[in-house]
């Protein structure tokens, strides 16, 4: 640990939960104050010990425990926390899916998303955010990969491209919130305009790819992107 500081806060705060001394890595303060996977955490006010240093996951990793408490990566299925009901006031929940549609969901989004997902099941974890991906590959390890491959191309003419050689992403898990507006009316579309459910879960999935930093190549989304922006205009004029 390079703050020994914050490891100690969050070894503290693990007396008060279940022992477990929960860490985030990630390239900035900000964008780890802003991910998914801190969202319950925040909720429930529980220290996260936050790396930035493209080697911290694999030393907490390889590490295991500190002080005798486990170290658990918060953007894995290890995290088992929920919302507290006292946490969210009745007049301020929000609205969720039923059970019943709940299931019916999960088996569309597999469906839809046949060939990019594994899993997908409903989250009780998120806040904010319509869904994760969880128990995904070290996205820390691709970023160095990708550092690696830049090097080789510069010292070698005519080198693959940067993100040529770095594998291909494996079929993910996905976690979704029932309670977020776009899930919500995800649902709804299903059965009214299937091509622009489709395009709106493959772009859910992609943001969610976007929040664990395993999205290698951002002009991938332009083609749907421009497609959502057609669908949103003719709504749009047809209002």
Request: hydrophobic share 40%.
């Amino acid at each position: 640990f390079r703050d020994t500081a914050a490891a100690a806060d969050a070894a503290a705060d693990a007396t008060k939960s279940d022992n477990s001394i929960y860490y985030l890595c990630a390239p900035s303060r900000d964008f780890a104050l802003s991910s998914p996977y801190y969202e319950i955490f925040k909720a429930k006010k529980m220290n996260v010990l936050l790396c930035y240093g493209l080697h911290d996951e694999l030393l907490l990793t390889t590490l295991g425990e500190f002080e005798g408490r486990r170290l658990v990566n918060i953007e894995t299925t290890d995290v088992k926390l929920t919302l507290d009901q006292e946490s969210t006031a009745a007049e301020t929940k929000p609205a969720s899916l039923s059970s019943e549609q709940i299931e019916e969901m999960t088996q569309w989004l597999s469906m839809a998303l046949a060939d990019k997902v594994e899993s997908v099941k409903p989250s009780t974890r998120l806040v904010d955010s319509p869904a994760i991906i969880v128990d995904h590959e070290s996205a820390s390890f691709r970023r160095m990969m990708r550092m690696l491959e830049r090097q080789s191309q510069a010292s070698s003419k005519g080198a693959a491209s940067p993100a040529a050689n770095v594998s291909e992403l494996m079929k993910q898990s996905l976690e979704y919130n029932p309670s977020h507006a776009i899930v919500r009316r995800l649902y709804d579309i299903r059965g009214t305009n299937e091509a622009l459910a489709r395009v709106v879960a493959e772009q859910m999935f992609d943001n969610a790819l976007i929040s664990a930093g395993l999205l290698d190549d951002s002009r991938s989304m332009l083609n749907r992107l421009n497609s959502l922006l057609e669908f949103a205009l003719d709504a749009k004029q047809s209002a």
